[in-house]
């Protein structure tokens, strides 16, 4: 028998090859070493296909399993895909969807080892985007936390300049109201284009916590800057410029967060530049 890292072994008797709950081991190790079979994918008079306990998928073939050269190419192809997919981060993915993944790998595998090509790859693309969908959503989430933490963060801060106002002096309560604002408006741009924001579910948890907070405060800054302009009268043609009441601070420092979108992607930025390193 031939095992999935191309060891050739002695070809165990049939009853040592069961279709029950143990198998010899296809990875390493040798004859007759048994492995749990957590999940069966296929077995044939000639290859078995399964998940172990683990949830790696494995396989190993009989010495009688033949494939012409063409075969072996489009075999080496589909594996190395079911390889590198299974290699992926899937920490994201609950225990029932990493489950479901890993099943359809080790169905693009079987079609593979039974000469079904067109098969297997409709099966690793069916996968790859099963897995980017659940990770995007869950990074969606990730992203949205992060923002709403920071925003709510800058409302409590809001409240607190609010109840000592008394205390401040006027045109920079003016200015700290168009910021807080500005957080508002940023949050705003993002749960509009939550959707179309480029993200990266097999980044860090941690980074998507950290952009979804940049991004408001980035917006905070911006209308804090624009909160200023239009205390100093810089900029003239903004809205409240002639006449600087706290509602118009408010409105322009609303407008001025949307200005988040205009700043780079920390996550985008992280990737290309790993991307980059590793080419070269």
């Not at 073939?61 to 895909?81: F, H, S």
């Not at 985007?129 to 990770?135: L, P, Q």
């Not at 923002?147 to 920079?172: E, G, K, Q």
Request: aromatic residues 10%.
């Amino acid at each position: 028998m031939t095992t999935m890292n191309g060891a050739d072994t002695q070809d165990p008797q049939p009853e040592d090859f069961p279709a029950g709950l143990h198998t010899p081991s296809p990875v390493g190790g040798t004859w007759p070493e048994k492995k749990e079979i957590a999940y069966l994918i296929l077995e044939t008079d000639h290859f078995i296909v399964f998940l172990d306990e683990k949830n790696d998928v494995d396989w190993a073939t009989r010495d009688t399993y033949k494939v012409d050269i063409r075969g072996k190419r489009e075999q080496g192809k589909a594996l190395v895909e079911v390889a590198y997919l299974q290699g992926l981060p899937t920490g994201f993915l609950r225990e029932d969807q990493h489950l479901a993944f890993r099943r359809m790998l080790g169905e693009a595998v079987a079609h593979a080892l039974n000469e079904d090509y067109k098969s297997s790859q409709r099966m690793l693309t069916l996968a790859r985007d099963y897995a980017e969908g659940r990770g995007l959503e869950v990074a969606r989430i990730w992203y949205l936390s992060g923002s709403t933490l920071a925003s709510l963060t800058m409302m409590v801060a809001w409240c607190i300049c609010w109840c000592f106002r008394a205390h401040l002096n006027t045109p920079m309560t003016f200015v700290l109201f168009a910021m807080f604002a500005g957080s508002l408006g940023a949050l705003y741009s993002v749960l509009l284009r939550l959707r179309t924001i480029p993200l990266e579910p097999t980044s860090r948890p941690k980074m998507h916590y950290i952009e979804g907070a940049a991004r408001i405060g980035v917006g905070a800054l911006g209308a804090l800057l624009v909160g200023v302009a239009v205390r100093l009268k810089v900029l003239g043609f903004l809205p409240g410029a002639g006449d600087p009441s706290l509602l118009n601070f408010v409105f322009v420092g609303f407008i001025a967060g949307a200005s988040e979108r205009l700043a780079p992607s920390l996550i985008e930025k992280t990737t290309s530049t790993s991307s980059g390193t590793t080419d070269k």
